[in-house]
Each structure stands twice: as C-alpha cells, then as structure tokens.
C-alpha cells in the first residue's frame, strides 16, 4: 500500500496505547483516515479556491454549481463509485485497495472537498475589495495579492477545514462500503472506523460499546470546533 | 515626471473620461476637484498603473508603462504609493501593516527569514516604519492592532503604510472626506511633509477649500475632462473656463 509505510511510522510513534485494545484502535483508523483524507483535501480546495476567487471564466458558474452539488452528494453513492473504481475491474484496480484505510481515505477525500472549496471560495470572495486593492497598489505581485487574501480569509478557511473534518469524520455510508469495517483476528481495527463500530454494535445489541464510542465520537467532534472557535475568536477580539 | 497623456477610460461600455491629461512633478501637490462620481477614483487608478487605459498613454520618466514587460512595469508600479478613501487595513498589527510595502519588495529568501526571525522574536520595528509613523503622529500605537484603532487613526496609518517605502508619487483619494478635523489636519500636514521629501503629491477631492489649503496646482474634472488645469489660486480666482467658475461659486449642481 502506497501509505503504508506511513502509517508504521505513526504507530511506532504512538506505540502501544493506540495499539492494545479495540477502542483505541478504532480511534486511531477514524483520526488517522479523517486527518490524512482533509489534509489532502485541503491542499487540493484551497488552491482552486483561489483559481476560482481571482478569475473570471467562462463555465465558472457552472464549476461553482458543481461544487455546491457536491455538498449535498450522499456519500454512500460516492463509497459505492469508489468502490467500483478501486475494484479490480475499475481503473485503480491495480492498486488492489478495496478494503483498505487508503480507499477509505480517497472516498473520504471526495466527500470532504466540496465543503472545503466551498467555504474557502465564499471567504475569499468575501475579503473586502479595497484589501486586495492595497496590496495591489502598494506594489504587490498577483501572488503577494493572493496571498493577502488567503491571510485575509483565515479564519473562514479555517471554518471549511473544520467543516470537512466534521463530514468525514461522522460519515458512514462510504467507509463501510470501501472499507468493509475490518478487524483484525485479535480484534484490532483495521478499517473500522467509531461510525461503522457504531453501527455495528448497535445491530449486535451491544448498546453499552455503541454509546461508549458515540461520546467519543461527538467529544472529538466538540475538541476539533473548540479549537477552531477559540482560534476565530482571537481573530475578531484580539 | 508621472505623466498621463490623452487617457481615455470606461467602466462596462460607459466612457469615465476622454483624453484627459496630467502630469505630476517632483515636489509639487496637485489637487483633483471634481464632484463625487466624476471619475477622480479612476483618474488614481490609472496614474498608479493600475488600471490599464482604453486609450492614450501613462509615462513615467518618460517611459510608456503600458508598452513594457510586467516586471518592468512592476518596477514603476513600485514608485507609487496610493491612499484610499477607506483606509484598507489588513488583518494584522499597525507595524505589520506599515512594513506591508518594504516586505513585499524583498526577496523571497529574505521574507522568509524575517517572517522565521520575527516568530521567534517579535518586536524589532523597521526605522522606516518608526519614521513614517512618526509622519502621521501614531508612534504609540505600533504594535496595536488595527481593529483597535478608530476611524481616523486607521487612515493615518493607511498613509503611514503608502509612505514608508518611500515612493516618488503618492495618490491620495478623497484621504479625509470621513475624517474629522483633527485628523484631516494631521493628513494636510503629512502631505507637506511629504512634498518637502520630494514626493510628487495627488489629491483627489470635493472639498475646495483642501485644494486651496494643499495643494500647488489644481485640476478640475468636470464631466469626461479636465476643464481646468493650473495654478490652485489663478484656478480658484480668475477660472477662465465657464463650467469651472459654476463649479467653483457652487452653481453648477450636479
């Protein structure tokens, strides 16, 4: 696996609390794969982020309705598109993926770059014009521009990156179809994730486990927006 | 030496102005009075070759800026310095946003390790920035942020921020119309101090009686031209033109 190497090291990082035990290993795949998936993303939305906020062209509108659709896109076509393309008559075939964190994370990957070019795009348009020209007029390059506004736009990047994160870390439907919700034989997670174990023990009427993993799940979900809201703050207060 | 020859502008098919004419010196202040929605906003524009004209040609020292290469071009775009009605600030500190012009202009190696230096040691302020602040009377607040500041201190270190890199033209528009006396008083005086640096000045504004108090020459935009161009008191006393002298007793009402 391309990202397997990777993912070694991680583990020998962390070592043995994220290993032992079948709930931290759960935890581990969820972070591990949301993290990688919204990384990616992020450097793949901010960038046509900024193509799309400083350019006019023509089928613009059309790449933004695209965009706004793909908010909306249920993410258990998206699994189930990915798991064809991953498939071994599928074009990434080759790269025997189905059922692995990697597959997990291009389907996430999908999922979560929408939102991000989405919100990234509406605060970069929203960064006031006479910013931009200012840093134009003083004598900036059309990158030094760019980058005024990407400074600019922070905090509402910032809030897309938060938003991604949110999607893929609580979706279901696609890593259960491209990961298949494995573990190992001694019980450690390979491609469960705390959503798919959710839903797993819940169907096994081990509601304890499913309730356990539901608070960690949303305490995760409440750390990452308290990080990003404490950061937003200092942005307007100071 | 800034000189626009027979520029003509549009805004979406709508002529602004036809084959207007001005040049700026060394050390002079000249002023651009005309009434709101006249076109002084993009008369600046293209004087800072930020705007690209329909027609005709804006030189500097003689050289055709639209007729060069971008880097070159870039170079003299870099002798400018312009103010804008709202002050524009960025999101950062007072320093930060008056240092903007002197960091831009370096290399990329250098920012980067000025940005890696002043991370581990933030405080550290550019002489030039100390002495443009100093201009506007706003040394106190350096390292305040701008959010911090009100409306008038905010346009002073607008003007602080275009002057720092010390440029050969500064293009003021409209830089006090929202200030209150006080602060239009510390601009009136950093504009002086900016024509005794040499600094080639323009004003844009509605308020006659500024371009009497600032200004060297004046001009008068009326409809798509200058009507009138020339010394601030021959144009205010003896008008020669007719729409001018409507304009200037306040009988011409747009």
Not at chain 1, 9 to 25: Q, T
Not at chain 1, 142 to 171: H, M, P, Q
Not at chain 1, 204 to 226: D, K
Request: aromatic share 6%; charged share 20%; hydrophobic share 45%.
């Amino acid at each position: 696996m391309p990202l397997e190497p990777l993912t070694e090291l991680l583990l020998a990082v962390f070592d043995s609390p994220f290993r032992e035990g079948y709930v931290p290993s759960i935890i581990y795949v969820s972070l591990y794969v949301s993290l990688t998936a919204v990384t990616l993303s992020t450097l793949f939305s901010v960038p046509v982020a900024v193509v799309l906020g400083f350019n006019d062209f023509f089928g613009k509108r059309f790449v933004k309705s695209v965009i706004n659709t793909g908010m909306g896109f249920p993410s258990v076509v998206v699994g189930l598109v990915v798991l064809f393309a991953v498939s071994n008559q599928g074009p990434l075939g080759s790269l025997e993926l189905v059922f692995t964190r990697e597959a997990m994370i291009i389907s996430q990957f999908v999922l979560a770059t929408p939102p991000i070019t989405a919100i990234s795009l509406a605060a970069i348009t929203g960064v006031d014009e006479n910013v931009r020209g200012a840093a134009h007029v003083l004598g900036g390059t059309r990158l030094d521009v760019a980058l005024v506004v990407l400074k600019e736009a922070r905090y509402g990047i910032a809030t897309a990156i938060l938003a991604g994160f949110g999607r893929a870390i609580s979706e279901v439907g696609s890593v259960l179809i491209v990961g298949g919700n494995i573990t190992g034989s001694d019980g450690i997670s390979k491609t469960r994730t705390l959503t798919t174990a959710i839903q797993l023990e819940a169907r096994q009427g081990r509601y304890e486990t499913a309730m356990v993993l539901g608070a960690i799940l949303v305490v995760l979900v409440l750390a990452v927006n308290a990080v990003v809201v404490r950061f937003g703050d200092r942005g307007v207060q100071r | 030496m800034l000189r626009a020859t027979d520029v003509s502008q549009s805004y979406r098919d709508e002529s602004v102005f036809r084959e207007l004419s001005i040049g700026i010196d060394a050390g002079e202040v000249v002023a651009v009075i005309g009434p709101s929605g006249v076109g002084k906003t993009t008369l600046l524009r293209t004087l800072a070759l930020s705007l690209e004209p329909d027609g005709g040609a804006v030189t500097f020292d003689g050289a055709d800026a639209w007729t060069l290469e971008e880097a070159e071009r870039l170079s003299l775009r870099r002798r400018v310095g312009m103010v804008f009605q709202e002050a524009s600030l960025f999101d950062a500190s007072v320093a930060r946003n008056v240092e903007y012009g002197l960091r831009i202009r370096r290399s990329w190696s250098e920012r980067l390790r000025e940005g890696l230096r002043s991370t581990v040691r933030p405080d550290g302020t550019n002489e030039a920035v100390r002495e443009s602040l100093d201009v506007v009377g706003l040394t106190d607040k350096t390292n305040q942020h701008v959010a911090s500041l009100s409306g008038g201190e905010a346009q002073r270190v607008s003007f602080a921020r275009a002057l720092a890199y010390d440029p050969d033209v500064l293009l003021l528009d409209e830089p006090t119309s929202d200030l209150d006396p006080r602060n239009t008083a510390v601009i009136e005086e950093a504009i002086a101090e900016a024509r005794d640096r040499g600094i080639g000045v323009v004003v844009a504004t509605h308020d006659m009686h500024q371009a009497e108090r600032v200004a060297d020459r004046a001009a008068v935009l009326l409809g798509d031209s200058i009507t009138e161009i020339g010394p601030t008191e021959e144009i205010f006393e003896h008008p020669s033109n007719e729409r001018t002298r409507k304009f200037i007793s306040g009988e011409l009402v747009y």
